[in-house]
């Protein structure tokens, strides 16, 4: 009984590390469960399929086109017998059969510069599919560090609780022993009514910030869910860097997605142009054709209708040519889609414009941010440093009666303070760092 007991807690144990590891997510693990998940990034991939399909048919379009078809007739009072020419009352049917093929020789480079255009917006697709998915890991990736704040603001309030809590009991043990009135314990006791308080916020706070990230992954299990805690995944890595705008936008410009979709554009812009040229051009195809046909009223010189075989045999014809269409006059369409398009090439550049100068701007204002943040990073920790002294030593005196318990939560509150600011300052440093390295092009996620 006993050896059973031990193999069913063994087991047990097993099974409750087995659903901790499960539960505890790491940074990499979110963005992959996001990039198979979410469903913007599975919209933009299904554009990307039909722009693939897209530049699929437009070589295909290269190949020669093959039509059959047959038809049967059945001709009722006055019409022509096909046979004679003559004209009869009398019924009769026919069917013929026939199969043609014709393929375009020439028609202003159309195909080849559509091929080129179909290409570069599939590219364009494939571009603005990774953009997404860049954008959507750095999504996951702030709400990850923000539920790691606010994970770090509860155990901050946890231990100013616990700070409060002994407090409370060593009041109480002074009343107990008349060395403090009972006024005393009701500020003790509103004291750490009022850490609790925090300490349930922080948590709620917590809970918001969890929600928000399997929001951003799209996760429907939302139970027992935890991140993986920085000692598991190495911490924070505040890594001060030299930086300068220029040589991150360099580095930037010639890789990523936004800026190579935008350029595709352009490029699929100008192809649109010849395309549309075109149809300025004469257009030469080769064409043949062949065909046969029976007729109820084909008859031999006895009168008898020739058998079907006889006739699918003597009908046949046959046909091969080319043909010439010259472009006169479309109401002026042709040049005014022309016109169009170099309107439309003017906006396309514009934009891919605007989008460089949108990168440098950010990248600009993240170099200047790090600066800012690094310099406050530093400071903050020094801060922390000084109100824990200050708050140790206000903690000692309060026990030897020295000072109030106002003086002793102004210390414990700048302390507290001290510590989120220094928690906030740290997340967003770290979130500026792996930005900046993102568009210096270091990878930070394993995206395909």
């Excluded at 009041?171 to 009701?186: C, S, T």
């Excluded at 917590?206 to 598991?232: D, G």
């Excluded at 192809?271 to 300025?280: E, M």
């Excluded at 906030?424 to 930070?444: A, C, H, P, Q």
Aim: net charge neutral; with cysteine; proline share 1%.
């Amino acid at each position: 009984m006993a050896l059973k007991l031990k193999a069913f807690l063994l087991l047990l144990s097993f099974f409750t590390l087995k659903v901790q590891a499960q539960s505890s997510w790491s940074l990499e693990e979110c963005v992959a469960y996001a990039m198979a998940h979410n469903l913007e990034v599975k919209d933009f991939e299904y554009v990307s399929q039909s722009g693939k399909e897209n530049y699929r048919q437009s070589i295909r379009n290269l190949l020669p086109r093959i039509d059959a078809s047959t038809g049967y007739n059945i001709n009722y009072g006055r019409s022509t017998d096909p046979f004679t020419n003559d004209v009869v009352t009398n019924e009769f049917f026919s069917n013929g059969y026939s199969l043609s093929s014709s393929i375009d020789l020439f028609q202003g480079f159309l195909k080849m510069n559509a091929i080129k255009t179909s290409r570069f917006i599939y590219e364009a697709n494939l571009q603005e599919t990774l953009q997404q998915k860049y954008l959507l890991a750095f999504r996951v990736m702030r709400a990850f560090y923000d539920v790691r704040f606010f994970e770090e603001l509860v155990e901050v309030a946890k231990g100013q609780t616990e700070v409060s809590q002994a407090n409370y009991n060593l009041v109480k043990r002074q009343i107990e022993l008349g060395l403090k009135a009972g006024a005393d314990l009701y500020e003790s006791e509103s004291l750490l009514l009022s850490d609790k308080l925090n300490l349930t916020q922080s948590e709620n706070k917590l809970e918001l910030a969890k929600l928000q990230l399997m929001q951003e992954m799209n996760l429907e299990e939302r139970e027992n869910f935890f991140v993986a805690s920085k000692k598991q995944e190495g911490g924070f890595q505040k890594v001060f860097q030299a930086i300068h705008t220029d040589s991150i936008y360099q580095q930037a410009e010639s890789f990523l997605p936004l800026l190579k979709a935008q350029e595709f554009r352009v490029n699929a812009a100008r192809k649109q142009i010849d395309v549309n040229r075109a149809y300025l051009y004469p257009s030469l195809s080769l064409y043949a054709n062949i065909g046969t046909g029976y007729f109820q009223t084909t008859r031999d010189t006895l009168g008898n209708t020739i058998e079907f075989r006889n006739q699918i045999r003597d009908n046949t014809y046959r046909a091969v040519g080319l043909s010439l269409n010259i472009p006169i006059s479309r109401g002026w369409s042709t040049r005014s889609r022309i016109k169009q398009s170099k309107i439309d090439l003017l906006r396309v550049e514009n934009n891919f414009e605007i989008q460089k100068q949108t990168v440098y701007n950010d990248i600009q204002q993240l170099v200047v941010e790090n600066k800012a943040l690094q310099n406050e990073y530093a400071q903050s920790l020094q801060k922390v440093k000084a109100q824990e002294l200050t708050f140790l030593i206000a903690q000692r005196r309060y026990e030897k009666g020295l000072i109030s318990i106002l003086e002793l939560t102004t210390a414990k509150n700048l302390f507290s303070a001290a510590q989120n600011e220094n928690l906030e300052v740290g997340l967003r440093l770290e979130v500026n760092n792996s930005t900046i390295d993102f568009y210096r092009g270091v990878s930070l996620f394993n995206i395909q």
